[in-house]
Nanobody
């Protein structure tokens, strides 16, 4: 099972970023998937999740209305569109199974400057 995130970077408050997660077929097939993040000095926290058939999504309150999770099972890809970014969104972002079972990629760093 392998996952890999990409798309992070340094942006300013109010900017947008789109994160991508690519995985092996085994990592995606039949799994609900999620995005998680670990801010500097803090524990990893849940951000958003999507069911296998994309018929259900859920978000942490702090990102509702700003972030959108999506997936393309044919490509074994998942995305996180992040709009109106805030400094408090600064973190390493990980994709993984939802609920988490300890399967993670290497993470991608998002830094939002004020």
């Amino acid at each position: 099972v392998q996952l890999a995130e990409s798309g992070g970077g340094l942006v300013q408050t109010g900017d947008s970023l789109r994160l991508s997660c690519v995985g092996t077929r085994g990592a995606f097939e039949s799994y609900a998937m999620g995005w998680f993040r670990q801010p500097p000095g803090k524990e990893r926290q849940f951000v958003a999740a999507i069911s296998y058939h994309s018929d259900m999504t859920t978000y942490v309150e702090a990102v509702k209305g700003r972030f959108t999770i999506s997936r393309d099972n044919a490509k074994n890809m998942m995305y996180l569109q992040m709009n109106s970014l805030k400094p408090e969104d600064t973190a390493v972002y990980y994709c993984g199974h939802y609920p988490s079972d300890g399967t993670w990629g290497q993470g991608t760093l998002v830094t939002v400057s004020s």
